[in-house]
């Protein structure tokens, strides 16, 4: 009798166990249900100025009312890649009904001209109108070149590197062979090599500095191991 007794509570325990697990495994489907039943209703864009930040939410506003939990992420950021003003960003979604982008604008660096309009040169390589941008930056260097955007980022981050001050730079102009000539706010004009760029703007900063070539304003580096020094 004693062994039955045992036996009834072993089984009446096993059946609350049991029963308080598949309640708790009902719970848990029906917040998923609900969970899915919920519609992305808004998104945040913070980063830009409001004019731009507006542009961004337009641009992804087709998503509002999609679940949540099937938004196409490579296709959001896609559409974040695309605008040339982002430097990088930063997507989190916060279920169940929104998504917040965080986005770093890119530096710009330089001022350009294509097809008869002015263009920002940003640090991402690529190409801003400067409309789009509401107080027009004419402090930055102009740039002479239909293409090799990216070619002059690299050359900015060269010249960072060394004691040539990137802020006394007026303007620059990129050659097919792949170099470029620097002209500085001082009327200097630095004729570079292709490669040796540091080395050779370390002897053109020498050479600016110095009282005894102060009548040179044209530096001609272009040759290895030679530096050839003129007025015109």
Known sequence: MMHRSIDRKLRLFFYLILFLLLSTQISKNNNIRNNIKEKLNNIEVIGLSEENNFKVYESLKFLLTEN??????????????????????????????????????????????KNNKKFYIGANGKLIPTNQIKDFNNNLPF????SNYIDFVKLKKIIDKTKFKFEEIESFYYYPSSRWDIKTRDGFLIK?????????????????????????????????????LSNE
């Open 68 to 113: 949540i939990f099937f938004i196409n992420e490579k296709e959001l950021q896609n559409i974040l890649t695309k605008n040339n003003l982002i430097d990088y960003f930063y997507v989190k979604k916060i279920y169940p009904s929104l998504i917040k982008v965080k986005i770093k604008q890119t530096d710009l660096l330089a001022i350009t001209n």
């Open 143 to 146: 740039v002479y070149s239909k």
């Open 192 to 228: 570079l090599p292709e490669k040796n760029i540091a080395k050779s703007l370390k002897f053109a900063e020498i050479i600016i500095k110095s009282k005894k070539f102060e009548d040179k304003k044209v530096i001609d580096l272009r040759i290895i191991n030679n530096i050839i």
